[in-house]
């Protein structure tokens, strides 16, 4: 048999009709010049005829015949040991020999010989030197390891065939780019934390409508809060942070992934700086920072699902119904996870408040039993004066006593705390500074007091107590503050 060279040469020129001359070397001056005649720029590749890799593969794509099994079983000396062996009987002292006779020792009473090949069963023992080509064969679909095993199990065998199999595949460029994704990882979950607000999760939802949503949830309560911005730098970020950390406080850590703005240097000193811990997930592992890629997927439903308003009115909607229901989790709305509270909505107008009821009943029965001893206080002699003119106090007497009888502060049965001035008969009076008269009978004294008073009368018809101490009254009457003194005034 000739070299695998000449086999390719003769392969090669077996598509030309030529005919052989002899010719000696010193004759042949073109052919040997230009063997020895270097060139000036060697190029770098040198592609391969198509011609050549078409003879090259119809060469190497012969399937393994039981000739050529026959040929390498008995150059093969393991074979050649067990083909002896199987023909003229095992013997006692075969196992010492060598340790590759173990796996057909085990098979012994299984093996059989047919036109000089070993069987075991009905497959095949092939030699190392088919070995290979029988792996090609099987893996020319690119089939996975279960079907090349079963498939080659029914036809041949060799000690270590399952690895072998294993191997090709896992050798192959092919099936391994395209190959299914590998099992899941056993999950391990995020501890959990002891206090509100001590874990943020934080991502970037969007763009909605052209605008950024930075999303920040608290692993704890998971109370959420959106952020709109027009750019998702490092800058806004921190901006944006820097306020939900001046509503709440800061946090223990933040929780992020590998975005460009959450890696970046200012990133880091802002987070090193207010002593924030910053981790961030795996590459390409977004379940790892699970809780917030779930809350933006929420909070996309939930300004989808809205038709009416401005993105800022469904955000508002969305983020007040979000923190106001039981969450799935904790069964318990964020707000009153974060707050301790929870959120008044309409729907508490179905019902009565218990605690007001009885803080209610409490105070109505305190109240009649501190006035028991109480009696209302009247003054006669006051002093009055505008801060909107900047006028002095003027001391007035008044015909008809002035009675207090407001509430301390205005409630829903009394709006708005007046200050009524009462006859002692409880017939409508006329105004107590109608007929108000100094301490002394000058004339001239009297007519400018009237005069000051008569500018004091529309402001005392429609005044409301504003602020009250002990011997002092302050009235509002919408055009100006009104400040009363007197002897004894009701505090």
């Not at 950390?245 to 240097?265: I, K, M, S």
């Not at 933006?296 to 508002?316: N, P, W």
């Not at 799935?328 to 996870?337: D, F, G, K, L, N």
Request: net charge positive.
């Amino acid at each position: 048999m000739a070299s695998p060279r000449v086999q390719r040469w003769a392969m090669l020129l077996s598509a030309y009709n030529y005919r052989m001359t002899y010719s000696p070397a010193r004759e042949q001056i073109h052919c040997d010049a230009l063997s020895r005649l270097p060139l000036p720029d060697k190029p770098q590749d040198v592609p391969t005829p198509a011609e050549t890799v078409q003879l090259m593969e119809f060469v190497n794509s012969g399937p393994v015949s039981q000739k050529q099994i026959q040929i390498w079983t008995q150059a093969d000396p393991v074979l050649s040991r067990v083909l002896e062996l199987t023909r003229n009987g095992w013997t006692a002292d075969a196992a010492d020999n060598t340790s590759d006779l173990k796996p057909y020792i085990n098979r012994q009473a299984e093996l059989s010989i047919e036109n000089g090949c070993v069987l075991w069963g009905s497959r095949v023992i092939i030699p190392p030197q088919g070995r290979h080509a029988m792996l090609c064969q099987l893996h020319e679909g690119h089939f996975g390891v279960a079907r090349m095993k079963s498939f080659g199990r029914m036809h041949f065998w060799w000690p270590g065939f399952d690895q072998d199999v294993e191997r090709m595949a896992a050798g192959c460029r092919s099936c391994q780019r395209w190959r299914n994704a590998a099992p899941p990882t056993p999950l391990h979950p995020w501890e959990w934390p002891r206090s509100p607000w001590q874990r943020l999760h934080v991502d970037y939802c969007g763009p909605v409508n052209g605008v950024m949503l930075l999303v920040i949830i608290d692993a704890h309560s998971k109370w959420m809060d959106v952020h709109m911005t027009r750019t998702s730098s490092a800058e806004v970020t921190i901006e944006k942070l820097r306020e939900t950390f001046a509503c709440h406080g800061v946090p223990e850590t933040v929780v992020t992934d590998n975005a460009r703005y959450f890696v970046c240097p200012e990133f880091k000193t802002f987070c090193k700086r207010n002593g924030v811990r910053h981790v961030t997930s795996p590459p390409y592992s977004p379940h790892s920072n699970g809780l917030v890629e779930r809350a933006v997927q929420t909070l996309k439903q939930g300004l989808q699902r809205q038709s009416t308003g401005s993105l800022s009115t469904r955000l508002s909607r969305f983020l007040f119904r979000y923190r106001s229901m039981p969450h799935s989790v904790t069964q318990q709305s964020p707000a009153e996870m974060l707050l301790g509270r929870p959120m008044r909505t309409q729907l508490d107008l179905l019902r009565e408040d218990a605690r007001r009821s009885v803080m209610e009943a409490y105070q109505r029965k305190q109240k009649a039993q501190y006035d028991v001893r109480a009696q209302p206080r009247i003054f006669q002699t006051c002093r009055c004066r505008t801060t909107s003119t900047g006028g002095r106090w003027c001391q007035m007497s008044l015909r008809t006593p002035l009675l207090w009888t407001a509430p301390l502060t205005p409630s829903p049965e009394n709006p708005e705390t007046r200050l009524w001035a009462v006859r002692r008969r409880q017939r409508p009076a006329p105004s107590p500074l109608r007929s108000a008269r100094t301490s002394d009978d000058i004339p001239r004294r009297r007519r400018r007091l009237r005069r000051r008073g008569s500018r004091l009368r529309p402001l005392l018809r429609r005044c409301r107590v504003v602020q009250r101490g002990r011997g002092v009254a302050q009235c509002d009457s919408g055009r100006g503050s009104l400040i009363l003194w007197g002897r004894s005034v009701v505090t």
